[in-house]
């Protein structure tokens, strides 16, 4: 290897760590869970006051990371971690309206207990209101480590920027991908393979809405994909598998391929 | 955070533990996989007695793993685990034929070794294996701890209810979801992002057939979705990519968007 | 158990460990790719000698790993590991080019660091291109390891043998699958649940290329599927949602459903 | 480096693999200490059979362990576990009782708990009565990898092959020797940088009673060195800091320097 | 195993479990080591500001560990983690005093970096400093965690109680023994194997002063044992190797086996 | 905490990491013990070229490193690292001395793999000859780094510094303390306890010889202490156990307290 790649490649290394390490956004994000749903390791706390020494412990130690961001950030660290501890008993309170949301949506389930520690689409959907609220809260980079976090270990990958209502409900959820500027409302339920997706993908575009709204009651079927930053799907549709679209959708529609029967007529038999 | 807050998560924390760790039943079925199966990780044992004695060992250890759940078993934890370890050589042989389906199958596969030890088709099927045996007897949370272990592995997703028969081969698979009622007779073939789930989802439905019947030498293409408790996908079918199913199709059938020829005419360029 | 089984499952552990734990695999992949893109995690070096030093080292680490499969190898492991590690420069300025690609095809990228860090896209096609590199040069089982953890991690499974232009861009990529004689031109970028596939698997075509052609400049939307060895997407072409092409299409193609304002008119809405 | 080098280096690679990895055995020790005494990392077991399974899983752990050494047993693997696990209801008597003496013994003491949790002296005396019934049952091997994990943790070295009897108490402990063919009776306490050892150290005399004999109710303070097989401290002796003694010394005697007053004489202020 | 044994270990089980993990308590020391000097782990922080964020989560982290323990505490976690940090920057102040003593009394010192990244006497010091600051305001248990933990990697047994001045150098250190009444002043060195111990060991003496009193500026060569709650080393005095001490010597005095030329006469060589 | 605290803390860390993590240095030593003896793991590898190749990767791993020491370095690290490696098969050859000459002077030593894989002694003398040969190339930090790993794990304390010839056997040895100018001839072997030191610890003796030398064939048991550079302990001597020489002594003595009967006679039993 000659000289000029290591001399390119230094100044890769001269740029300098300036970031916390991805272990200690994750670590937190893990632990405030853990903290909010003991099911998911099974180790309870014995009294408020231990519950509250956590929470201050959790404060404390997202302040300490935000401190390495703090040329980037919008308010000091220690008012960032105390806005955003401030908003978990309102996302705590969320999460168990998402968590009711899976056990009722599904057949499958068994219990709260059963939803809360092997659901992915409940990680995966807590992690993002963890990580909507740091975005919120103008924190970069952390937001996007934790996003992506859940979406290896779940197949979901929802952007942190982009909104979501109560008794959100995501099942299977392998390959759904929810855009920065999607809007979501109130007890909606998707299935895996779902985006939420821009029509055109041009950086002129970054800081407009280029992703869909999906109102109040909507079910999305597996694979189905919404696209653009002025598509609605009106409240209580019913979108089905595999579908493509990318114009609003009045509400309480169903929208299938062919009709209501649900079967693709294109489909030949030989 | 005010002291309500705390009260209501206080009570999250006094349920207690219930449940063993995670990381238990984990760890007892990869190790129960790299018994069977030594090229997953490269330790072989060296004698006849060294094997009787791991399997004596991780019947031990299934059986200590199942005592605090055993308030929710219907049998005692040392019965489950000598029925589940009585099972294991029939399933070996099951996985020796998935493995041997899956190189036949994948003009990529080099060798048995390499399939067995990289191919996340055959880690989630084994995976499935174990946990739909733990749910066969009745055995509450472990095998759905199982399944989403490998989900989060490999993106496919397989409920542990659902019953399949050898020669079972799945390639690539992210996406794949197989619901909790499916069936899948012998020597069926499916690739990433297939769908075999439920018309309808609704709690009302969970003691019903809710997802689709495939019979013996089955292939379903890549993004294909099958759905319906009453759908049965007839012997000998080849089901074409992205196709959308919710009625039965007889023996053989060859089911494409629009014709034989694998091109979709809808598709216009211009 | 009887002993039966014991004897059979004896077999499969006489034949001993004849390949390098994946570990080693996966560490080496790792630790090259944070030595080029300290971002990855925070940690940098100081000087020209620094990095010399690694690389030096990283080429001596994967000889070592070569040694167990010498017996498989076409060259020796020391000429193999000398000709990987001579590749490097010519790597490191293709995933220069797949990191800005990905900054500039993606709204919501904020900075090349977060592209670098967070990306699974960016992951998944850095391990790809040191798969690739071991593949070229007859190297057994470590490129399918390494592919296979990338795919585990991010949903998306590219084949080692796929060969994959500079400025390669996948986005979300959960569900993306990439086939083992698939050929990508410059510039080209696809989204998730992109199938590039075969028509037919049949072993007996191993040997013969399988799956498509991409040339420059495509774009391919989420859920497309391209199949077929013959087939070639012309350079310039876009290829929108869900389509499903077996047939080759010219170039600065626009392929969608019924038209080009990317309704698909099927859609009925009850 | 020559190939001379290397052709000696592999003959003592051909040797292979002959027994079991020592995390096993280290693992195993520590495990059925902590199901014996929870206080040593806070884990509980909720029912009588909890604990059940958890001890027949022991058994079962240690058999597997003991099988790779089987060719050098004098009984098979099988019995030597059973026999080593019905021992352990009396080992956790006599530790019950070494933890009482430890309590009553140490000014400094606050509770059995603190004594069980935190001092080296029991944790050094808990894994020589596990490796010292190994030992008896002619356990090559693992006995002394038990012992000498306790040694590098507490500075304790206790032989396997020393016979010990209940109450035995050492405080603070580091340097503490105590030889083969040591016998300790009842209620002794030692302190640290005591030596139990021999008179001479000739390979002649391995199958000798080399070491001294401490009868009942003795107590030996620090760095005291005994030697000799035919050394005996007659019941109820008080053995002196630094004292060196060779020969056998009657019942109830006080060994100091120079008079019962303990001080040393020959010390001179200058 | 009978049922009895079962029973009598379920009794230990039921105790339950009442205090935080040792995992815990060490991993809070080793922290706040790491972040006074930042040479024993080679992470430095970049910024007053990230300093302050450290010290706030070390103090909340100390809290919740402590609230477990509450029903045993004189005053509440908040207050005992506040008061504990106050003392934080004394103790700092403390400790570059013990290093400088280092580097300045071992010839064999090369650097005060060096001492303070590789001396056990600097680390077993200062993890003594941080639990003899808790055991003053009065927690159980963790303080003797937190030096028994010192004590096994170190050798070095100091029990919390005692009470040591600045400069104090501990060199090699294996088998030092301080007991809990134990006076130590300011400037005082000690070598390996010195036990400053009690002259009798009975629980009735647990409230009374058992151990040495070290006036300033003594030195104790290895071996030497100096014993009872009485005992008074004046200022300035030099106590020689494996002297044993029951009885107080005046201010600046020499003591040494027969005479100050540091030969022991009683050697006979033959 | 006031604000000149964290001034004062802030420089501690402004020096920034100037020296290699410990983990790295440690890691080396012990992968380099674990190629040369493979009883120490029980992984063994298959082929002279899989020897070669572990050889080359810890020369080069050696070499990076020594990297971020450069500039105390007084030759370059890829030198420095050549040396060291060079140097391997000799320390190679004289630890099998070593070896065999624990085995011959342990009764209770069953094999040379007992030995090597257990013995504490074995492990400290190893890793200091590594150190010393780090140390004669002028290495800093990472000698000591690799000797106090040594005396953490064993309560063995060798300077790195010191001159020790093959046939070294130190048994037991905890608190056994090695000063950094002692030189120890061929087929020496030492006990527990013993001190081979400085007469007079001042700094300005740095440079000077001040630690003893022993010669060929000398037996020196526990306890005893030899200090002072002019002191030589003759060929062939013998030097009993706690007794105390700070002057040479002529081949072939017998050193004990009061007589060769080996009794110590200011005894008093009372």
Redesign the interface.
């Known amino acids: ?3 000029e ?6 100044q ?11 272990a200690e956004a994750l670590a937190f994000a893990n632990r405030l869970l853990f ?5 998911k ?17 959790l ?3 997202l ?2 990371i ?3 961001l ?1 040329g980037e950030l919008k308010q000091p ?2 008012t960032i971690a105390r806005n955003f ?2 908003a ?2 309102g996302l ?1 309170g969320v999460l168990l309206q998402d968590a009711q949301a899976l056990l ?5 389930a ?1 219990s709260e ?2 939803v809360i ?4 689409g409940f990680y995966a959907v807590a992690l993002y209101r963890f990580a909507h609220e740091l975005h919120r809260l103008n924190v ?2 952390l937001p ?2 934790i996003t ?1 976090h859940a ?5 979901i ?1 929802i ?1 942190p ?1 982009a909104v979501i209502g109560p008794q959100f409900c995501i ?2 959820g ?4 929810i ?2 500027t999607t809007h979501i409302g109130t007890n909606v339920k998707i ?3 779902v ?1 939420l ?3 055109s ?6 800081s407009q809405k ?1 992703h869909p709204t999906i109102e109040d009651n909507v079910v999305i079927y ?2 189905a ?1 919404i ?1 653009g930053g002025k598509t609605v799907i009106g409240q209580g549709s019913v979108i089905g ?7 609003s ?2 509400a309480n ?12 007529p ?5």
């Open positions: 290897m000659d000289a790649f290591f001399a390119t490649l230094m890769q290394h001269r740029r300098g760590r300036r970031y916390p390490p991805s903290a909010l749903f003991p099911e390791q099974g180790e309870c706390m014995n009294s408020v006051s231990e519950l509250e020494a956590e929470f201050e412990a404060r404390a130690e302040r300490r935000l401190e390495p703090k660290p220690v501890m401030g978990v008993p705590f009722e949506g599904d057949p499958a068994r207990y059963e520690r092997t659901y992915p970069p980079l996007r480590l992506e979406h290896s270990r779940t197949g990958d952007h920027g099942d299977h392998t390959g759904v991908v855009g920065e299935y895996q393979g985006t997706g821009a029509l993908v041009t950086k002129a575009l970054a280029r597996s694979g994909t696209l598998g595999n579908v493509w679209i990318t114009q959708v009045p529609s169903r929208v299938y391929y062919h009709g209501g029967d649900q079967v693709q294109p489909l030949i038999e030989i």
